[in-house]
C-alpha cells in the first residue's frame, strides 16, 4: 500500500466503524492502516446468551489492496469444529476472488456471520464427559466461550469443591486463615467462571450418554491394551518409567536448616560414641603384661551407625558403607 490511502480503503474504514463502532479495531502504521480485526457472533438479535460459537476475523491489508486481495486469518474459534472452519475458510477464498478489485471486508464479516449462525450449536465434545452436544442436550457456554453440558459442570464444578475443603482442613489454623477463598474456574482455560450449581445440577445428563450401547471390550481393543503393555514393559526396562522397580533410597532429600542442626547433633553424639567404643575395643585387644587378655573392663555400651534419612549425596548415607562413629569389630 502507497503512502497516500486509496480513498476507497478510507470509505470501508468509515462505513466498518459506523456499523461496528467498537466492535472493530483497525491498526495503522505511520498513519496507514494495515490491519482490521473484528469478534464476528451469529445472528441472534439481542439475545447473546444464544450465541454460543464465535470467531476472530483479521484482515491484513496488503500493497495494493483492494486491487490485490488481502491476507484473513481466523482466529480463536470458539465451538467450531475443523470441519466448519474449513468450509468458511474455501468461502472466503471465493468471495476474495469475486470481489477483486473493490472493498471486500464487510463482505467476509457477513460471509462468517452466516455460517456461525448456521453452526450456532456448538461442535465438538465436552471436555468432562467426552460425549458430543445433541438436539435435547442443556449445555451452558461459559464467559471464555467453552461449551459443557450442563450436568457434567455441575459435577465438575461440586468435585472442586469438594477436593479445595478437604486440602483446607488439611493445613493448620494460620494457614486456613489465610487461604484464598475458592474460586469456579474453567475446566479448560482455567479462567474464572461463575456459576449456579444448583440449576446446573437440574439439567439431565447427556443424550448420548443415555442412548449409547453398553461398552464392549473388542478384539481392537484388546490387541490395544497388549500393545500398551508391551510398551509400559519397555520402557520399565530402560528406566524411562519413575517409581517402578525402584527400592532404593531416594536420589535427593530436600531438608530444612532444623534438620540440619539434629543431623549435626547425631553426628557429634555418634563420633563421641564411636571413639569411646573403639578405645573398649583396642583395650579388649591389648595383651596385659601377664600374656593374657584384660577383661575386667566391662564394655560400654555401643550405639548402632546413623541410619536417618538420606540426606543427599554424603558419604555416610551411601548404601554399603559403614555409618561414621560406628564400633569396630574386635579382632
Known amino acids: ?34 490491519m482490521i480485526e ?62 477483486l478489485g473493490q472493498p471486500v471486508v464487510f463482505e467476509l464479516i457477513e460471509l462468517i456471520r452466516e455460517n456461525l449462525t448456521e453452526s450456532n450449536l456448538p461442535s465438538g465434545q465436552c471436555v468432562i464427559c467426552l460425549y458430543g452436544f445433541a438436539e435435547g442436550d442443556v449445555f451452558i457456554k461459559t464467559q471464555c466461550y467453552h ?29 486456613q486463615m489465610q487461604a484464598p477463598a475458592y474460586q469456579q474456574t474453567c475446566p479448560v482455560c482455567r479462567c474464572p467462571v461463575s456459576c449456579d450449581v444448583d440449576t446446573l445440577k437440574k439439567a439431565p445428563p447427556p443424550v448420548d450418554s443415555i442412548t449409547a450401547p453398553p461398552f464392549c471390550l473388542t478384539a481392537e481393543l484388546k490387541a490395544l491394551q497388549l500393545k500398551m503393555a508391551a510398551l509400559l514393559q519397555q520402557q520399565i526396562a530402560k528406566g524411562g518409567v519413575v517409581g517402578v522397580g525402584d527400592t532404593g533410597p531416594p536420589p535427593l532429600t530436600i531438608t530444612s536448616p532444623a534438620d540440619n542442626d539434629n543431623e549435626a547433633t547425631n553426628t557429634s553424639s555418634s563420633s563421641q560414641v564411636g571413639a569411646k567404643a573403639a578405645e573398649v575395643a583396642i583395650g579388649h585387644t591389648r595383651p596385659s603384661g601377664n600374656g593374657s587378655n584384660d577383661s575386667s573392663t566391662p564394655a560400654s555400651p555401643q550405639r548402632s551407625a546413623y541410619r536417618g534419612p ?22
Not at 451469529?42 to 470467531?55: A, E, I, L, M, R
Not at 486481495?69 to 481466523?74: G, N, R
Not at 551411601?318 to 569389630?329: D, L, N, T
Open 38 to 99: 473484528t469478534v464476528v457472533h451469529p445472528s441472534t438479535g439481542d439475545d447473546t446468551d444464544q450465541q454460543f460459537v464465535c470467531v476472530t476475523l483479521e484482515v491484513k491489508l496488503t500493497p495494493g489492496y483492494p486491487d490485490t486481495s488481502p491476507e484473513v486469518y481466523l482466529r480463536n474459534p470458539r465451538g467450531l469444529d475443523d470441519e466448519v472452519l474449513a468450509v468458511i475458510n474455501s468461502q472466503i477464498k471465493e468471495k476474495l476472488n469475486d470481489c
Open 310 to 331: 538420606y540426606r543427599g549425596f554424603n558419604r555416610r548415607g551411601k548404601p554399603g558403607r559403614r555409618g561414621r562413629g560406628a564400633a569396630v569389630a574386635p579382632r
Open 147 to 175: 461449551h459443557f453440558h450442563s450436568h457434567c459442570l455441575a459435577n465438575h464444578l461440586i468435585s472442586g469443591r469438594k477436593y479445595y475443603d478437604e486440602e483446607l482442613e488439611k493445613l493448620p489454623s494460620w494457614q
Open 1 to 34: 500500500m502507497s503512502s497516500a490511502v486509496d480513498e476507497r480503503i478510507t470509505d470501508e474504514l468509515e462505513a466498518l466503524e459506523a456499523i461496528l463502532m467498537d466492535d472493530v479495531t483497525i491498526k495503522s502504521v505511520d498513519g496507514v492502516p494495515h
